[in-house]
């Protein structure tokens, strides 16, 4: 089965999707080695602003199409660079915002998908004369 077609709007969505979905692995990756210098008791201080770092252009990105998952990217941000917390809890937070934010692009994906799909006829008159109508 082929790939459905998607309209020129579609495929903008789609495109800068894929550019969010990169970057969300990048902020995945970021909060990974949060975990890993927690749990080797390595110095946690700068990580927190690398996660706002890579996690910043995923709201320009977004904001304008997809305001739900910039707003779950800004949570994310203000996660990471709050103070006061101990590391688990915010290492928790982290990663719970972070299956938010790639869930949420999956859906999105598969949404926009659907309601950007344009019927190609060419496509369907030989699946029909296969089934021998």
Do not use: C, N, W
């Amino acid at each position: 089965m082929s790939k459905p077609t998607v309209d020129g709007p579609g495929q903008a969505k789609l495109q800068a999707l894929a550019s969010a979905a990169s970057l969300a692995q990048t902020v995945h990756g970021h909060v990974e080695k949060y975990a890993i210098a927690i749990r080797t008791t390595q110095p946690t201080t700068a990580y927190g602003q690398m996660i706002k770092r890579a996690a910043t252009p995923l709201i320009g990105l977004l904001r304008s199409q997809f305001q739900l998952l910039a707003d779950i990217t800004t949570d994310l941000i203000l996660v990471a660079t709050r103070g006061g917390s101990g590391d688990q809890a915010r290492l928790r937070a982290l990663r719970e915002r972070v299956g938010q934010l790639k869930s949420g692009i999956e859906l999105a994906i598969t949404s926009t998908t659907q309601k950007h799909a344009v019927r190609d006829d060419h496509a369907k008159l030989p699946s029909s004369d296969a089934s021998g109508e």
